[in-house]
């Protein structure tokens, strides 16, 4: 179980912290190392903000030769190496516990190489999600092709990220997860030595163990990304967009369980709840029926001759299902308006209320009904307001928590309420995680979820890399090397 750990903001700098960060500013550029409290406030936190802690350091290495150099100085002083990329995570996996030293790839953010025959493309771990698309359909042939993962924060998240966290996205229904599109990768491990793993030169053959599918969402607990190799996908150019407005959250649900049960594969099936409908409509003015409780925002795309029919057949089901209003398009600026509806749900959560946390299960589709339901319970009983936006698709819920992380009895209760969700999605044959990965949030839970044997495996395969614990120790698999907590200096962790 995560325990509270003193302030490290309220103690003097020790003359070996100090000695590190000497070292460490002499390995890198001018400017790559930050220090003073005011500049390592940033580094507090990722996209999980219950979860903070003050790194001793952050360290931004420009090339793979001063990464080595900083992994063995940060290791030699007996100090957890905790890799960031931009800090979009959810689950606080690049919080910095115990004066551990974030070591940022932001910087290394060059495209090494388009190789479009080959579909592929080589990167350095910094480049940005959505940056490499860009660059890909500004180069000669490239149109046809793009990076397919697609997180929310996608414009800011960067692609080694996307492949420590195994990112999802709202394709991930027909695109899949991050791993199915990382060929190849560099990795330094704890130690400082230099590998790469999997397929190079567009190469799709990664030897007879899938070494990049173990690195892959393993949360920077085994090595550090510096370069990845990755699958450039068809860029789909032609779609239908069908919004369905239902009076009930369980009709809406039973509609998206048909459509997959039918063997129609959407590109994306998103869902909001009538709470969350409305907190958008307020904010943005997108003219969704005042009546709706739920809404399903779905995508097909591929052959324009097929997309017209199949787009009936959703709807049909759609209709079976009680929607009272139903919008299909194929036009460009429609499709982009509805999906900025979807992406802008948290700008929008951000408008109302001080603070907000945004869980992340995996269920069976045919089971979202009463976990939607079952939510709203705890809910109630916990007195929170919790909203529900989400990957219906692949029954990926996200309940969204508002509370005010100032007023310390609201954020024990988000906790208690969380820990409950999840548990209950557990319960039914759930994940204790869709795409948000475990990190610090749900550390607690993994041996609610796997047995003793199966932890004790996990276990070993961090051994196997890393045999001394030095990266990231105390994240996704416990650890009693590094204690972390949930929650800011002198709170509890739910019991």
């Given at each position: 179980?995560?325990?509270?750990?003193?302030d490290?903001?309220?103690?003097?700098?020790?003359?070996?912290?100090?000695?590190?960060?000497?070292r460490?500013?002499?390995?890198?550029?001018?400017?790559?190392?930050?220090?003073?409290?005011?500049?390592?406030l940033?580094?507090?936190a990722?996209g999980?903000?219950?979860?903070?802690?003050?790194?001793?350091?952050?360290?931004?290495?420009?090339?793979?030769e001063?990464?080595?150099?900083?992994?063995?100085?940060?290791?030699?002083?007996g100090?957890?190496?905790?890799?960031r990329g931009?800090?979009?995570?959810?689950?606080g996996?690049?919080?910095?516990?115990e004066n551990?030293?974030?070591?940022s790839?932001?910087r290394?953010?060059?495209?090494?190489?388009?190789d479009v025959?080959n579909?592929?493309a080589?990167?350095e771990a910094?480049?940005?999600?959505?940056?490499?698309?860009?660059?890909v359909?500004?180069?000669?042939?490239?149109?046809a092709?793009h990076?397919?993962?697609?997180p929310?924060?996608?414009?800011?998240s960067?692609?080694g990220?996307?492949?420590?966290?195994?990112?999802?996205?709202i394709?991930t229904?027909?695109?899949?997860?991050s791993?199915?599109?990382?060929l190849?990768m560099?990795?330094v491990?704890?130690?400082?030595?230099?590998?790469?793993v999997?397929?190079?030169?567009?190469?799709t053959?990664a030897?007879?163990?899938d070494?990049?599918?173990?690195?892959c969402?393993?949360?920077g607990t085994?090595?550090?990304?510096?370069?990845?190799?990755?699958r450039l996908?068809?860029?789909?150019?032609?779609f239908?967009?069908?919004?369905?407005m239902?009076?009930?959250?369980?009709?809406?649900?039973?509609?998206?369980?048909?459509v997959?049960?039918d063997?129609i594969?959407?590109a994306?099936?998103?869902m909001?709840d009538?709470?969350?409908?409305?907190?958008?409509?307020?904010?943005?003015?997108?003219g969704f029926?005042?009546?709706?409780?739920?809404?399903?925002?779905?995508?097909?795309?591929?052959?324009?001759?097929?997309?017209?029919?199949?787009?009936?057949?959703v709807e049909a089901?759609?209709?079976?299902?009680?929607?009272?209003d139903l919008q299909?398009?194929?036009?460009?600026?429609r499709r982009?308006?509805?999906?900025?509806?979807?992406?802008?749900?948290?700008?929008?959560i951000?408008k109302?209320?001080?603070?907000?946390?945004?869980?992340?299960?995996?269920?069976?589709?045919?089971?979202?009904a009463q976990?939607l339901q079952?939510?709203?319970?705890?809910?109630t009983?916990?007195?929170l307001n919790?909203?529900?936006?989400?990957?219906?698709?692949?029954?990926?819920?996200?309940?969204?928590?508002l509370y005010?992380d100032?007023?310390?009895a609201q954020?024990?209760?988000?906790?208690?309420?969380?820990?409950?969700?999840?548990k209950?999605?557990?319960d039914?044959g759930?994940?204790?995680?869709?795409?948000?990965?475990?990190g610090?949030e749900?550390?607690?839970?993994?041996?609610?979820l796997?047995?003793?044997?199966?932890?004790?495996?996990?276990?070993?395969?961090k051994?196997?890399f890393?045999?001394?614990e030095?990266i990231?120790?105390g994240?996704?698999?416990?650890s009693d090397?590094?204690?972390?907590?949930?929650v800011?200096?002198?709170?509890?962790?739910p019991?």
């Open positions: 179980m995560p325990t509270a750990t003193a490290p903001a309220a103690a003097p700098v020790s003359p070996a912290t100090a000695a590190l960060v000497a460490l500013t002499a390995l890198v550029p001018p400017g790559g190392v930050l220090s003073d409290p005011a500049s390592l940033v580094y507090e990722d999980f903000t219950i979860a903070k802690a003050r790194p001793a350091a952050v360290v931004f290495p420009t090339t793979l001063q990464v080595v150099a900083v992994v063995k100085a940060v290791g030699d002083a100090v957890q190496i905790v890799p931009s800090g979009t995570g959810l689950a996996g690049c919080v910095a516990f551990g030293v974030v070591v790839t932001t290394m953010n060059r495209i090494l190489k388009i025959p579909r592929a080589y990167v910094g480049v940005r999600n959505t940056q490499l698309s860009d660059a359909l500004a180069t000669p042939g490239g149109a092709y990076f397919a993962p697609d929310s924060s996608q414009r800011a960067t692609i990220g996307n492949a420590a966290t195994n990112a999802g996205g394709h229904l027909k695109d899949f997860v791993s199915n599109h990382v190849g560099e990795l491990l704890p130690d400082g030595q230099v590998v790469t999997g397929g190079q030169n567009g190469s053959e030897g007879p163990f070494l990049p599918g173990l690195v969402g393993s949360e085994l090595g550090l990304v510096t370069k990845l190799w990755v996908a068809p860029r789909p150019l032609h239908r967009t069908i919004v369905g239902f009076d009930s959250t369980s009709s809406a649900c039973e509609a998206v369980s048909e997959i049960a063997g594969l959407p994306a099936m998103e909001m009538g709470k969350m409908v409305k907190i958008i409509e307020d904010a943005y003015h997108f029926p005042a009546a709706t409780q739920a809404l399903i925002l779905t995508e097909i795309d591929g052959i324009p001759e097929l997309l017209d029919a199949q787009a009936a057949d089901i759609f209709r079976k299902h009680g929607a009272f299909t398009s194929g036009d460009p600026a982009a308006m509805l999906w900025k509806a979807r992406k802008a749900a948290f700008g929008a951000g109302i209320s001080p603070s907000y946390c945004t869980q992340d299960a995996c269920v069976p589709r045919s089971m979202l976990v079952r939510i709203d319970e705890i809910g009983a916990h007195g919790i909203n529900n936006v989400f990957h219906a698709g692949d029954g990926n819920v996200h309940p969204i928590f005010d100032r007023d310390e954020v024990q209760n988000t906790l208690a309420a969380a820990e409950q969700i999840l209950y999605c557990i039914l759930g994940t204790l995680t869709g795409e948000h990965g475990v610090v749900k550390l607690h839970l993994m041996p609610y796997f047995d003793e044997r199966t932890m004790a495996q996990f276990a070993a395969v051994h196997a890393d045999p001394e030095r990231n120790a994240k996704m698999i416990p090397k590094v204690r972390v907590t949930l800011k200096p002198g709170r509890k962790a019991q």
